[in-house]
């Protein structure tokens, strides 16, 4: 019987090599057109680590010298930075707003720019050490309740909001903690860095649940680095500051979103530093998406679809 298929096969081999060398191209296509529309899709769908669909991000902007109504003593960024926090509490008062923060730099969750930098866990001798995405924050100023962080073992993120840090004191995401140390406890547990006159040690204070940096991709190794007002005002304002604003369980963003906007171009003014745009945090993370994975995921997809009806119709 094996001799008689073999006989066959080989009797056939120039139809069935043109067969299996169609089955190797159909095969080697659906890899390479199916696998990244199913990585982004499944990255797509783990959680975030934080409730964006309550979340909203006003603009800063400041007057030019020319500008009327420009104070030239409020132009320093220690001004600046007064004038800021000052419309972040004005933002807290709002009827809407369960909680309002500072939110300064380009790396943040979902943002379109990052800051990293090579940590290793206590103890390890690798040579090198892991890359992890760093979010720097203001202290005492309600950033973990804002962002809506699952809490992890430990300080809450109240807590943590208001922890009195210190120069080398850091908050991890629990991903990140389970990476390095492979643990979700972070009590006694430090990072270092060392080079061949010195070893600094980095204090974990705490944690939060694990945190998606990129909105397509799977969490990966990222820390909380608290910073002081003076820097971050020197460095970010004001063209990368931000107020991030929690509303109220219950609230409909549409229609706060339209009460709010021209609420918060009559009264977001502060010396030179005015309210610019409002935008939900869903929108900032789309126009970050678009940069990166919607333009492959689309055409994947259609290349998928347009395959799938193919395969269908005999092609």
């Known amino acids: 019987m094996f001799r008689l298929i073999l006989k066959t096969l080989w009797t056939r081999r ?3 090599g043109w067969l299996l060398a169609e089955l190797i191209l159909v095969a080697v296509l659906s ?7 199913i990585v982004v899709t499944h990255d797509r769908m783990l959680p975030l680590g934080y409730d964006a669909d309550r979340l909203c991000l006003v603009s800063m902007d400041v007057l030019q010298p020319s500008a009327p109504g420009y104070d030239s003593l409020a132009a320093e960024s220690g001004a600046l930075m007064e004038s800021y926090l000052h419309l972040v509490d004005r933002v807290r008062q709002y009827a809407d707003v369960e909680q309002a923060t500072p939110l300064m730099g380009f790396s943040y969750p979902g943002s379109d720019g990052s800051m990293s930098s090579s940590y290793q866990a206590e103890g390890d001798t690798a040579q090198n050490g892991t890359n992890v995405y760093v979010v720097p924050f203001l202290p ?13 073992r430990g300080l809450s993120p109240a807590e943590l909001s208001d922890y009195a840090y210190g120069a080398t004191d850091v908050v991890m995401d629990e991903n990140t903690l389970d990476y390095l140390f492979h643990t979700d406890d972070p009590r006694r547990k430090r990072l270092w860095e060392y080079d061949e006159e010195d070893t600094t040690y980095i204090n ?9 940096f990129f909105s397509d991709q799977r969490p990966l190794p990222l820390i909380f680095q608290p910073s002081k007002a003076e820097d971050m005002a020197r460095d970010y304002m004001p063209a990368d500051a931000r107020i991030l604003i929690r509303l109220k369980e219950g609230v409909s963003m549409d229609r706060f979103l339209h009460a709010f906007k021209p609420w918060m171009l009559q009264n977001l003014r502060a010396g030179n530093l005015y309210a610019r745009d409002l935008q939900t945090y869903r929108e900032g993370i ?8 919607t333009p492959i995921y689309r055409r994947n997809l259609l290349v998928a679809v347009f395959f799938l009806v193919n395969l269908c119709l005999g092609v």
Do not use: C, L, Q
């Not at 005492?140 to 992890?152: A, K, V």
């Not at 789309?286 to 994975?293: F, H, I, P, T, V």
């Open 140 to 152: 005492h100023t309600h950033f973990f309740e804002t962002y809506g962080f699952h809490p992890g």
């Open 14 to 16: 120039k139809r069935n």
């Open 204 to 212: 974990i204070i705490g944690t939060v649940g694990s945190v998606k």
């Open 286 to 293: 789309a126009k970050s998406e678009a940069w990166s994975s």
């Open 31 to 37: 890899w390479a057109i199916f696998d990244p529309v």
